[in-house]
């Protein structure tokens, strides 16, 4: 059988990961931490999560002409995705992402762009071919809004599924509408795109998205599962028990996952329960792509064999 088919469009960072027993406060230093560098960015995390649970990926994403920018291509082509354009930018450093990850998994994240700000809606369209057999279109937001919105329409034109991670939840929220096919988010960034307290209840939250005018929405609950409403058909997938060391990328792989399933013709309720699992699996190890699971083990929670 074809491997189903998903194009993402996205950043790619290089994350310097520091663990330490807990995140300081503003002006304060903790010390009796480790460190590690690990290959990460939203959307690299997303492809990558997609390709191990069994799709056939092409990535758009913009590098720097660095050594980080040169392991992080390599390390996307072990995994068999094609990424876009070719040619590093000259100028630009690759994007950085410095994360703390405390005793408890928590993280927090500072990124510098760098090159992810250079990837253009002119990019996009020189490799529009990307776009022609795909089954599923996934963004985020950590590329330049503009460039998202040209790669919707491209996804658009060629009747392809588009899924958007809104994360990290920043202002430009104009390409949110009809042109989406299904809006991913947590809870905080849908409080942050509806304008409702953390405290509204999901069901709230999910009328909320829905009526941003998109055509379906996934509020994913991090430990707790996820809820969605894709058209009239609504549900909510429980989350998986694992003991979390580091949830640092675990959306990122819960989207990729997602529409893997998407792309494959999974029902929408398969899809989400399996992005779940693939979501909890990503937790039980430090990093992002270093954390995510192959398709194998995600189909051994879901047996509840693992
Ligand atoms: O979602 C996790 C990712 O956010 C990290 O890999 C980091 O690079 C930032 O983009």
């Keep these: 059988m074809p491997k189903p088919r998903v194009v993402v469009v996205g950043s790619s960072n ?23 560098t690990v290959c990460g960015g939203k959307g690299a995390n997303q492809a990558v999560a ?36 070719e040619q590093p930018d000259p100028e630009t450093p690759t994007g950085t992402a410095l994360i703390l990850v405390d005793a408890q998994g928590e993280n927090a994240i500072a990124v510098a762009p760098g090159a992810n700000d250079r990837l253009t809606a002119d990019d996009l369209h020189q490799h529009a071919c990307d776009f022609d057999d795909a089954g599923v279109a996934l963004f985020q937001m950590e590329v330049p809004a503009e460039t998202i ?55 709230v939250l ?12 996934v509020l994913t609950l991090g430990g707790r599962g996820a809820v969605f409403a894709f058209g009239r058909q609504r549900g909510e997938v429980a989350g998986f028990a694992v003991d979390p060391v580091d949830t640092t990328g675990a959306g990122d792989t819960f989207c990729g996952a997602l529409c893997a399933e998407l792309a494959r013709g999974a029902a929408p309720a398969d899809a ?14 430090l990093g992002a792509q270093s954390a995510t699971p192959p398709d194998s083990a995600t189909r051994r929670l879901l047996d509840g064999s693992a």
């Excluded at 390409?175 to 209840?201: F, H, K, Y």
């Excluded at 999910?206 to 929405?217: E, I, M, P, Q, S």
């Design 50 to 85: 997609a390709a191990r649970a069994g799709a056939a990926v092409r990535f758009l994403t913009r590098l720097g002409a660095d050594a980080h920018g040169q392991t992080l291509r390599d390390a996307l082509r072990q995994e068999g995705i094609a990424v876009h354009p």
């Design 206 to 217: 999910l009328d909320a998205l829905l009526g941003l005018g998109v055509g379906g929405a």
């Design 272 to 285: 989400v329960r399996y992005a779940c699992a693939a979501g909890a699996l990503a937790t039980t190890a």
């Design 149 to 203: 919105a040209a790669g919707l329409a491209l996804a658009r034109d060629r009747g392809v599924t588009t899924v958007l991670n809104f994360a990290p939840a920043v202002q430009a929220r104009g390409m949110i509408g009809p042109g989406v096919s299904l809006l991913v988010v947590n809870e905080t960034e849908a409080g942050q795109l509806t304008g409702l307290d953390r405290g509204t209840g999901v069901g």
């Design 14 to 36: 290089m994350d310097l990961v520091c663990q330490v027993p807990r995140l300081p406060r503003p002006g304060e230093t903790v010390g009796g931490g480790s460190f590690v």
